[in-house]
């Protein structure tokens, strides 16, 4: 297949996949912040004496990745900070390369940027999420020809980089997406040296025959040689998994601008690339110039995909039900600039869970993501941040497909990419006055056909905006049984309406809201208001809680005893839909946005199988039940110290596992064994109807596998028989300490001291003294106003090595203290 050239991209200044693997170094350290804005560039730059107490602005050191709004994105009591920030350091260059470049590469950064050296700007770039290049080579050469290079900076040079996530409305995404537009240095900085002439791009379109019996790879590349060097020499080499060399090609040639096919080969019966077996190939490009070679390394995979006609989905001739889930940049303490070592844990539990597709939404991701996703075995769609508010002018236009342009070449040799992504929710309106379904089918439409341009190889996808689901090549529309509209039970029946109108079909984005640690003896309470027979897709307005029909998005309890019910139930449907290409979780880990201030935990995205830092609530062993294989069990309650009812009463226990049978223990008394059936709801069968004794209880399960080999799992739990009258006070207590960090727990419990189980009250945090709450972390364990669970809730302090009084406040009832 060969690469289409594109004359109009010539003189885009954008980096490669791989950035040159000699000489690349991260810049992480000895960098300085300021939040706000500065008079000029000469404010970043001038000299400032130690200790000077007039020296303004105060600056504080950080270290990247960095986000403005590691904090304040979750912070109860403000808006997230939507505005300018800059960043200063002194680079100190050594390039090895004979009148080689410098560059410095940019993997994101939120969402207009700015570089200067010293007191020249150099570079500027509009958009967060996609990568670029800034050649400082010119600058910093100047600069070193000035007095104060050696005077005053000591040979050293300074590096000022302003960026901005200011609101516009001319900018992609909307800030009324359903997530925050963060600002700052947010993912990876890199300095870069090259040779005068290096290889930019290289586009491997590696495809093979549904029977795996010949593969193609055709070859073709772009130079960056900005001194117009006239003679190069090529050579190229395709390497097995092992690293043995299959095939190479060497030409001279003259020096060429844009994009050139280079080499066209096959190879017989090449291993393919699967979620099982995630085979990956190497290819090698060396250009030399002048003498001075310059290596540039790509990893791709070989394989066949097919979204079948009114079909499920193919790999390599063989059905793949997609088991998907979702991704957002968000993390605990440091919103969006999650480390390698954060992103690679976040990617290795989804496949643990048996993730083997994932929905990255709703933006160009990291470079880290999309190499895990080639080595673990995850197929993609990714997709431009085209989200919501409407449709803008050129300028918006423009960003468009910039956005759509450089994610495809930056990410066009990944092996487990197989959908490009135009966008999300272009049927909300909101930004504009004006809002036009014609011109955003339009605009639409130009997107499909220049992704298919520049990758013909493909699929292109949306999500939620009918009148545009027949211009793409797959639509998932918007489909929430039991949580926005409709119950659960109607998920089979409302997907198959939809997969009936449309030529490929995929689900994307189910699921619901849970806050973590609250459980429910009746979780399915709020059904039985709940409107059937009128759609499951979600409408404007439906992720508020207050006003409207009856959903269970408003009026259920948010516990993760009803999300896993709504889990099993289309987990164990998605079993029996033969023509389902599959479908994705929303989300895989809970997320900070705007748009939601009043949920339990203000300002977060409650539906992940994980908290923002990573804890898993109960949902994700449901998920392992049942999309792994390696034996695992889970006593449902993990997170669920005391449970509720009356004396003698039958309490359903529920086991998760994919082991065949698994036999429970109540206080040390077998409650029988049970074979697992995944269409036998709940938990595939594995349930039991026991009777608790008051106070404590130990829950024992043995699983049993196939070839005969136990695994177990316990908890233990209270059991609450004396029930409760309204709340009447808050009692505050410290449950630990290590490591100087003490957990605190707050009660609520009514006037005979009888804790209330089923408070859901909003509850206050705070401290005086030498400590600090350990809060704005988006979780229900780390925010200092949180709802309560079960009538309780945890956050932590950083004692300091000092004294401090906490407190906690809900309105209507008197504050309660603890000194620590």
Known sequence: MKRVKLVFLLGLLVCSQYVFAQNKQRLTHNWEYLKGDLGGIWEAIRPVKEGNPESVPLWEKVNLPHCFNALDGVDPDVNYYQGPGWYRTLLDLKNPYTEGRSLLHFEGAGQKTQVYIYDKKVAEHVGGYDEWTADITDA???????DVFQKQFKGKVPLSIRCDNSRDLEMIPSSLSDFNVYGGLYRYLNLVYTPKVAVDKIFAAASVDAKGSLGKLNIS???????GIDTVSLKIEVKDPE????????NQMKAFNGDKALWETSIKSPRLWSPERPVLYTVQTTVTARGIAHVHTEKIGFRNFEFVKKGPFMLNGKRLLLRGTHRHEDHAGVAAAMTEEMIRQEMQMMKDMGVNFIRLGHYQQSRIVLDLCDSLGILVWEEIPWCRGGLGGEVYKEQGRRMLTNMIEQHYNHASVIIWGLGNENDWPGDFNEFDEQKIRTFMKELNDLS?????????????????KDIVDVYSPSIWAGWYRGIYTEYKEASKKEFERVEHFLHVEWGGDSHAGRHSESPDKALSAVQTGVGTDER?????????SARVSKDGDWSESYIVNLIDWHLKEQENMPWLTGAAYWPFKDFSTPVRPDNPVPYMNQKGVVERDFSKKEAYYVFQSYWTKTPMVHIYGHSWPVRWGDAGEQKMVKVYSNCAEAELFLNGKSMGKKKRNSQSYPAAGLKWMVKYQPGKNEIKVVATTKDGKTISDEIVQEYQTEKWDKPAKLVLEKLSEKDNIAVIQVKLLDKNNILCLDARSYITFGLTGDGKLIDDQGTSSGSRKVQLYNGRALISVDLNKGKSVASVKS??????????
């Open 243 to 250: 690293g043995k060399t299959l095939g190479s090609w060497e």
């Open 221 to 227: 590349g772009r130079l960056l040689n900005p001194e």
């Open 452 to 468: 298919h341009k520049l990758d013909p190889s493909r699929k292109t996808a949306i999500r939620r905006c009918d009148f545009c």
């Open 140 to 146: 910093v050469n100047a600069f070193k020809k000035t």
């Open 811 to 820: 309105d209507g009832l008197p504050s309660a203290f603890v000194e620590l």
């Open 540 to 548: 404007d307005g439906d992720a508020s809680l207050f006003g409207g």
